[in-house]
């Protein structure tokens, strides 16, 4: 069982930045595939950075070269850095474990960002 915890969100103006951090429990963090989706009112889920245990990365088109994401397996702690803000960014972010193998999927509760003047 592992669980997650966000935190970081908040308010920001457009060209801002923040910096989400997900806090996982339970042994054998390494070896989970970690993740950042984010939803946004009236709109699905939607994958948005991807970390597995090698550390190889990719970033939905809409975040490359603005987010980056990354892990620290000494801290059980996956971080999205989010620079260039916009308006459109604006959503509930959540952090994700799995691990497919075996079927192991956990969602956090998820952090509000918002990006507005």
């Known amino acids: 069982q592992v669980q997650l915890v966000e935190s970081g969100g908040g308010l920001v103006q457009p060209g801002g930045s923040l910096r989400l951090s997900c806090a996982g429990s339970g042994t054998f963090f390494s070896i989970y595939t970690m993740a950042w989706y984010r939803q946004a009112p009236g709109k699905e889920r939607e994958l948005v950075a991807r970390i597995i245990s090698t550390g190889t990365t990719n970033y939905a088109d809409s975040v490359l070269g603005r987010f980056t994401i990354s892990r620290d397996n000494a801290k059980n702690t996956v971080y999205l850095q989010m620079n260039s803000l916009k308006p459109e960014d604006t959503a509930v972010y959540y952090c994700?474990?799995?691990?497919?193998?075996?079927?192991?999927?956990?969602w956090g509760q998820g952090t509000q960002v918002t990006v507005s003047s």
């Open positions: 994700n474990a799995q691990y497919n193998p075996i079927a192991l999927n956990y």
